[in-house]
């Protein structure tokens, strides 16, 4: 059955996820945010493959002699150059190891884009400041969470966003900006099974966040009783699930762009294989899940639905839905259904697709959480 249910599932063929990552390199969105355009054009004229290895050596050829030359800038006072080097050396090495790193390639990858990541910021003059937080749950006792931290210039302790993305945006590509400007400190983490999360993703994922709870409430510059959670794609799903679960340990919760139930029904991830996600989308899924293949995915995903666990019904702290109506990465019934069950929660919808990404996104999250805040 589950071999039948794989083969079912659109397997897009390379010219139409070339033309699907040129489109976003050209819009500057993920993964293609900061790779040269030039660059990533070249590459899919010669690569002609998803294989994963050969994909995460092209992407990789093309990000070190940036790398080298940042360092080079670097050491001879160039700061500008630094940057723009540095930038782009990201950008390709975050293509590498796109969607996800599954294969040996993609996580040297990853590796690397960490590394870029750092010197970036350097070079730039962000302050971001790498933690580990002792993992408390059962799973994985005795190792720690790793997060990057980002204070705003205030003097007290003050409110705190947790954010995290998906599949396949990690702690290192998630924007602090618009919480920072806002005077929030921002802890950017990975949602379980990607990045460097020490536990995959499964129906008891969410102890993860005990532990980050747990080390907000030690720092004397953070307030603990004015944590807001933000997952985005997938990681809303476990923004939805801590608004239930831990609502006593948050102020308020946003799952922007997240499934629910809809989105692991098997209709629906057939449906999904020919939606805007360029490519793997449900072995990207699986691999945060701790499986590997696509029908692993259609057998474990039904197990994931937050509607037959119970959680909706339950009381949950303050939840911001939010997404693009035409969604066709996560289908935005899962958010009319998040409205349905519980109790009252707040919801803004944009036109367009996965994440309703667009000018007046963000200053509503703000806004919203700065509104919620105001009355703790």
Known sequence: MAAHNEQALYLRPYAEVRDLLLARARAARNPMDFAPLDEVQQIFEQLKTLDREAWAAA???????HFVAAREAERSGKAEVAQREYRAAFGLFRAARYPAP???????AYRRSQEAYFKLAAASGIKVERVAM???????KGTT????????????????????????TFKEDRRPEPYLAA?????????PGVGDAPIPGSETGEELWDGIFDW????????????????ASTGGYWATKLAHTHRDRIAAAVNHGGPAHFAFQADWIAHASRGEYP????????????????ADWLDYAPRLSLLDQGILDRPSAPLLCVNGVSDSVFPIADMYLLLQHGGVK???????????????????????????????
């Open 59 to 65: 992407f990789c050829a093309a990000a070190e002699p």
């Open 102 to 108: 599954n294969s040996a390639g993609k996580k040297a």
């Open 134 to 140: 002792p993992y408390v749950g059962k799973q994985a």
């Open 145 to 168: 969470i790793i997060g990057y931290l980002h204070r705003p210039p205030r003097d007290g302790a003050v409110p705190i966003v947790v954010q995290w993305g998906g599949i396949d």
């Open 183 to 191: 005077g929030f400190a921002v802890l950017a983490v990975d949602m």
């Open 216 to 231: 907000i409430g030690t720092q004397e510059t953070l307030d603990a009783r004015r944590i807001v959670v933000v997952g």
């Open 279 to 294: 490519f793997e989308l449900a072995e990207t899924l699986a691999c945060a899940f701790g499986r590997a293949t696509a």
């Open 346 to 376: 707040s919801a803004r919808f944009f036109p367009g697709g996965h994440m309703g990404h667009g000018p007046d996104l963000f200053p509503s999250i703000v806004t919203w959480i700065t509104q919620q805040l105001a009355r703790g």
